[in-house]
Nanobody
Framework: QVQLVESGGGLVQAGGSLRLSCAAS????????MGWFRQYPGKEREFVAT????????RYADTVKGRFTISRDNAKNAVYLQMNSLNTGDTAVYYC??????????????????WGQGTQVTVSS
């Protein structure tokens, strides 16, 4: 049974930084494609970033490109999202997602099978 557990969310001032972590268990992590999504109240989840199994391929939403960095450590079964230059528009619940059996990355939430419980990120002005 796959489990994804996010951590690292919290309250930060605009212009600040946060690093989200997602710990995976229950399946060989090195074979996974991982993604980060976020959700605003009353809205559907939107894509933030994705990374392939070995970290060689990443993709970002235009809204976070140049500010956020996704990375992974297969030895630690973890994926990270370094978020810099945060603004109030980044306030949302952030979710970690995983899929297996595909070598390509994906920005579509329906392509991911497993999800974490989410972690709240709040950016104050």
């Amino acid at each position: 049974q796959v489990q994804l557990v996010e951590s690292g969310g919290g309250l930060v001032q605009a212009g600040g930084s946060l690093r989200l972590s997602c710990a995976a268990s229950g399946r060989a992590f090195s074979g996974s494609t991982m993604g980060w999504f976020r959700q605003y109240p009353g809205k559907e989840r939107e894509f933030v970033a994705t990374i392939n199994w070995n970290g060689a391929t990443t993709r970002y939403a235009d809204t976070v490109k140049g500010r956020f960095t996704i990375s992974r450590d297969n030895a630690k079964n973890a994926v990270y999202l370094q978020m810099n230059s945060l603004n109030t528009g980044d306030t949302a619940v952030y979710y970690c997602a995983a899929r297996w059996g595909h070598s390509s990355v994906s920005s579509y939430s329906n392509d991911y099978t497993y999800w974490g419980q989410g972690t709240q990120v709040t950016v104050s002005s």
